[in-house]
């Protein structure tokens, strides 16, 4: 059975850093894509990032672009989000996803991952 681990979530200051780890369990990753995405309260939940697990090319929506940083360990089984110059609008749930034959187009929709993670919080409070 596939598992989404993620880790890393917590309490930060605006202007401040956390980095969020997502482990996969279950299988070995080999194909398709990880994305991350993010649900603030009274809010739908929204993509964030994504990378494709060949060639690790990767996407993000405009509200992180140049603050945060997906990355992926492939002999981890793993994906990071490095969020730096966080601001109180970050404030939400974030979610790991993987979809083992996520196609480029698909990275930013939810239909294009069909294993999620159960959410790790991130406040950004003064």
């Known amino acids: 059975q596939v598992q989404l681990t993620e880790s890393g979530g917590g309490l930060a200051q605006p202007g401040g850093s956390l980095k969020l780890s997502c482990v996969v369990s279950g299988r070995t990753v080999n194909s398709g894509a990880m994305g991350w995405f993010r649900q603030a309260p009274g809010k739908e939940r929204e993509f964030t990032a994504g990378?494709?697990?060949?060639?690790?090319?990767?996407y993000y929506a405009d509200s992180v672009k140049g603050r945060f940083t997906i990355s992926r360990d492939k002999g981890k089984n793993t994906v990071s989000l490095q969020m730096n110059n966080l601001n109180t609008e970050d404030t939400a749930v974030y979610y790991c996803a993987y979809g083992s034959g996520t196609i480029t187009s698909s990275i930013p929709h939810q239909y294009g991952y069909n294993y999620w993670g159960q959410g790790t919080q991130v406040t950004v409070s003064s």
């Open positions: 990378i494709k697990w060949i060639g690790g090319a990767s």
